[in-house]
């Protein structure tokens, strides 16, 4: 079985400072990770996933995530915010049994204050 | 890259009727398809799983009677959504893999709204 939490429902930073959405997993086998962003009123979209490839995976918009299997952890960061970065994030897990079913935490809410 | 389209993006209809759902694999063919269904504020929360050919497997809770599945071919799932009730209004959204790919990918979405 899989799962994913997500600590913080909600992230508020000032633009310029630094990002970091927490997520930890669990899983019976080893994961495919990923994180997406959701505009409101959007579909979903691609940040960045890990696939047992590196560890330190780069994404889109100068996102990045560490994946850290002692810590059963796959944080997300930015060096710098941006108003445009406000969104929901969702952390999500799979694995290539079943089909890469991929489950998803409850999410984070971003607010980027000016 | 790999398109998963939904049709329609957004559906208005009354309580009662049924409304149908596609997810079609443009570029791949998807052995298997994942519907979810996302209520305002909260995260996707799965409801059944289709392999092309065979019956959807649906998770605990949902009613298969309700929201039938049906994946005939390898680039084409149909979610319809029958005796719709205005709690059924939701925005659904369905991914897609396929053998040799490394993660599901995801329709934009389509609104239902039941009045």
């Known amino acids: 079985a899989q799962s994913v939490t997500q600590l913080g429902s909600h992230v508020s930073v000032s633009e310029g400072a630094l990002v970091l959405l927490r997520c930890n997993y669990s899983?019976?086998?080893?994961?495919?990770l990923f994180w997406y962003v959701q505009y409101p009123n959007q579909g979903l979209q691609l940040l960045l996933k890990?696939?047992?490839?590196?560890?330190l995976v780069k994404g889109i918009n100068g996102f990045e995530a560490e994946f850290k299997k002692s810590e059963t952890s796959f944080h997300l960061t930015k060096p710098s915010a941006h108003m445009s970065d406000a969104a929901e994030y969702f952390c999500?897990?799979?694995?290539?049994?079943?089909?890469?079913?991929?489950?998803f935490g409850a999410g984070t809410r971003l607010f980027v204050k000016a | 890259g790999a398109v998963v389209s939904q049709h329609p993006s957004w559906v208005i209809c009354k309580s009662g009727t049924s409304v149908k759902i596609e997810c079609r694999s443009l570029?791949?063919?998807?052995?298997?398809m994942f519907w979810y269904r996302q209520f305002p504020k909260q995260s996707l929360m799965l409801m059944a799983t289709?392999?092309?050919?065979?019956?959807?497997?649906?998770e605990q809770g949902v009613e298969k009677d309700k929201f039938l599945i049906n994946h005939a071919s390898l680039t084409l799932s149909t979610l319809t959504v029958t005796s719709a009730h205005p709690e059924d209004s939701s925005f659904y959204i369905c991914?897609?893999?396929?053998?040799?790919?490394?993660?599901?990918?995801f329709g934009q979405g389509t609104r239902l709204t039941v009045v």
């Open positions: 899983s019976s086998v080893p994961p495919y």
């Open positions: 570029d791949f063919q998807a052995t298997t």
């Open positions: 999500a897990v799979s694995s290539d049994t079943g089909g890469f079913k991929t489950i």
């Open positions: 991914s897609a893999s396929s053998t040799g790919r490394t993660e599901a990918f």
């Open positions: 289709s392999n092309e050919g065979s019956k959807a497997t649906y």
């Open positions: 890990y696939t047992s490839a590196a560890t």
